[in-house]
């Protein structure tokens, strides 16, 4: 029997069988748009965006930098380069290990201000510390933060003259932005964050906003657990994903100190580097040396430029004393892959802007 099939049947039949493999609208969209942003974040960062006059500083002011843990790379870093700046301007900086929980952060608190300092710079959160900070203030001491609020710029509810950090919104939206864009739209995404620190609730809470955008993307969890239990927690908690949500799986976390343990596991574990894929943020040394290295399942982080916020810290402080208002600068985040991991300081396995930041600072300040 012949069987006679219409031109109109063949073309309403290939449209049906295209219309079964083609891409959403939305999530060709969300898709689109992290790609985007994505070039954005990874691109370079010439443009000198702050402040170009400041006041003249005065020499033998004290300082002291409440380090939030002096075993993180990020929260040391800040104290060798504030005290490099203030050097430069004749400070004396004393640093004060905090030893990562909010208990050890009072007890540094309230050591820095018994040294009756002109500043203090605090990489700590600053709403776990508000009696020691208005008991400061009280005494005529100026308190900046880094990263010891959930957004960057003045915080006079938490007592700061100012808060210095990339903005947290464009640092977990960077994140998640690269997990959709990498998977073309279809992560499964575990999200970490230690919301000890308000800048943590934020960063994570626009990663799980972002991913959820994205039609064909699944927030599988969002674990809230202290940075400084890490060590002991995390090997558990990477074993508890893959064994829940199976492979391929995302992870992005607040920080990158968690993926130091989470490597351990997945490596014993025999998953393979395209299966599970760690996305950090703050650029700590050891999640450059992981993207370089292309096997540790680590694929970029979003780094804050440490030297940089430190010199900023110093600029502001030096505003406090002078009476005037904080400079309003944010520096762009910065997302680290393996394709630009060179660039940026990267090859000094840090965030370095390439606008030239010291010079600036020395040139506002008048010294050499």
């Not at 010439?46 to 300082?63: C, L, N, S, Y």
């Not at 900070?133 to 308190?143: D, L, S, T, Y």
């Not at 959930?150 to 950090?165: M, R, S, T």
């Not at 944010?330 to 892959?337: A, D, H, R």
């Amino acid at each position: 029997m012949k069987v006679e099939v219409s031109q109109q049947a063949l073309l309403s039949g290939a449209v049906a069988l295209a219309a079964m493999f083609a891409v959403p609208p939305a999530r060709a969209d969300a898709v689109s748009d992290a790609k985007a942003a994505v070039a954005k974040y990874a691109g370079p960062q010439t443009t000198w965006e702050g402040p170009t006059k400041a006041p003249k500083p005065e020499p033998g002011k004290k300082i002291v930098f409440l380090s939030g843990d002096e075993q993180n790379d990020i929260s040391h870093l800040y104290g060798v380069y504030i005290k490099e700046a203030g050097q430069k301007l004749g400070w004396n900086v004393t640093v004060i290990d905090g030893k990562g929980s909010p208990t050890s952060w009072l007890a540094g608190m309230n050591q820095a201000i018994a040294l009756k300092p002109d500043g203090i710079a605090l990489f700590a959160d600053a709403a776990s510390l508000q009696d020691p900070i208005k008991a400061g203030v009280a005494q005529g001491i100026k308190f900046v933060g880094l990263h010891a609020a959930g957004l960057p710029g003045p915080q006079p509810d938490l007592n700061l003259f100012v808060n210095i950090q990339e903005d947290p919104r464009e640092i977990g939206k960077a994140e998640a932005d690269w997990a959709i864009a990498d998977s073309d739209g279809k992560a499964h995404v575990v999200i970490l964050t230690h919301n000890e620190y308000a800048i943590a609730k934020v960063k994570s809470t626009a990663t799980k906003d972002e991913i959820e955008k994205c039609p064909g993307c699944k927030v599988l969890d969002y674990v809230n657990s202290p940075a400084s239990e890490a060590a002991q927690r995390q090997p558990q908690l990477t074993t508890s994903w893959v064994q829940r949500f199976g492979l391929p799986i995302y992870a992005t976390s607040v920080g990158d100190n968690d993926w130091d343990f989470a490597v351990p596991v997945l490596r014993s574990g025999g998953v393979k580097t395209d299966e599970a894929k760690l996305i950090g943020a703050d650029g700590n040394r050891s999640a450059y040396d992981r993207i370089r290295k292309g096997d540790q399942y680590q694929t970029v982080t979003v780094s804050e430029p440490i030297e940089l916020q430190a010199w900023q810290a110093v600029d502001e402080l030096n505003r406090a004393f002078h009476g005037e208002p904080q400079s309003g600068f944010v520096q762009p985040p910065f997302l680290v892959t393996k394709e630009n991991i060179h660039s940026e300081g990267g090859d000094q396995n840090t965030f370095i802007p390439s606008n030239n930041y010291k010079q600036r600072y020395l040139d506002i300040w008048g010294v050499k």
